[in-house]
């Protein structure tokens, strides 16, 4: 059986590595350009649809249902999973999927965005008709506000006409690139309107190391009878002891109003080393006011703290009585780096 020859290619050489740099600065200049009037197009007609689909879905008591297919399905399916973790409940619903059942997913509170570039895709026909019959707001996203899709819309979130990157103006590049672009704008737009927060956003990622960069130091810290702590007084032999049981490599001292005043590291132990040491009161060797954290801290901004000042341990202190520790060793183990 022959082969066709467009996959074959014995007969035609790679062209010269100098030229694939060339295509692929060729090809970033042209989206960066299709970026470029995505932006421009926010000042030129595109700002009162944007607006008003924030605040359609804002307001919506229902979720989002994104419908596309071929390369505007991919996009959809990442818009929709970008409304989801971003406080916006959202799914997919494959358009050829939609007339074969997966309409009943649909609820007259739910908020319809429907993708295709041309606007013609005749697979959301069906999706068409029903947000039309059952009054689902239906928000468009295509090139062609006259076509099927943009004249059915409830609101019509219109892209700019930008060549592809593809040379045979054929493969969906710049074209993708804006949909993705201004689908993030819509999801990050209602994630500010909506005030979340980045502990909500823990909620929806617990896992991993987005997760991991999202707890804060009151979900790491050792507490309670971990803490290595002396009081005031205490002497050095009674310290010794203590800090190697409590094994942090540290001690933390406390006046009698149970107040953080000073902490004693390895380094302290070797400054004051002399023939009294183990007589000394910990107040005598200790380093007086030392750095300290609040537990409400993201776990990565300790860790910035910690290799700053480079440091191994930090006490987490509340009313500047201590109630945790916590080491770089503990954030690198849940993935904090």
Not at 80 to 105: C, I, K, N, Q, R
Not at 191 to 201: H, I, S, V
Not at 266 to 284: M, N, Q, Y
């Amino acid at each position: 059986m022959h082969m066709p020859s467009f996959l074959t290619h014995e007969d035609r050489p790679l062209r010269p590595a100098e030229e694939w740099i060339q295509s692929a600065t060729r090809t970033i200049e042209t989206e960066v350009a299709a970026l470029d009037a995505l932006q421009a197009s926010l000042a030129n007609g595109l700002a009162e649809p944007f607006t008003k689909a924030v605040e359609t879905i804002a307001h919506s008591k229902g979720r989002v249902i994104v419908s596309g297919i071929g390369k505007s399905g991919i996009i959809g399916t990442k818009l929709a999973a970008t409304l989801a973790s971003t406080g916006t409940p959202a799914f997919f619903v494959h358009a050829s999927e939609a007339s074969h059942g997966d309409l009943g997913m649909i609820t007259e509170d739910d908020v319809v965005i429907a993708l295709s570039w041309s606007g013609e895709t005749q697979e959301l026909a069906s999706l068409l008709g029903f947000t039309r019959r059952f009054k689902v707001p239906l928000i468009a996203l295509t090139r062609n506000a006259s076509s099927a899709l943009g004249s059915s819309s409830d609101i019509c979130l219109t892209l700019p006409q930008v060549p592809e990157a593809c040379p045979h103006g054929l493969a969906p590049t710049s074209s993708t690139l804006i949909q993705l672009a201004l689908g993030d704008a819509l999801a990050i737009a209602l994630l500010e309107a909506k005030g979340f927060t980045a502990q909500d956003f823990k909620v929806y990622h617990p896992g991993g190391k987005l997760g991991a960069s999202l707890m804060h130091v009151k979900d790491i810290m050792h507490t309670g009878e971990h803490l290595p702590v002396a009081q005031s007084g205490m002497l050095m032999k009674e310290a010794l002891v203590l800090m190697t049981q409590k094994g942090f490599g540290v001690l933390g001292v406390t006046d009698k109003a149970g107040k953080l005043i000073g902490i004693i590291t390895d380094g302290d132990l070797r400054r004051h080393i002399s023939p009294d040491f183990l007589e000394k009161a910990v107040e005598e060797v200790m380093t007086h006011n030392p750095k300290t954290i609040e537990e409400a801290l993201l776990a990565p901004s300790a860790l910035e703290m910690m290799n700053s000042q480079k440091i191994s341990s930090l006490f987490i202190v509340e009313d500047g009585k201590p109630v945790g520790i916590i080491r770089t060793l503990d954030l690198l183990k849940i993935g904090v780096a």
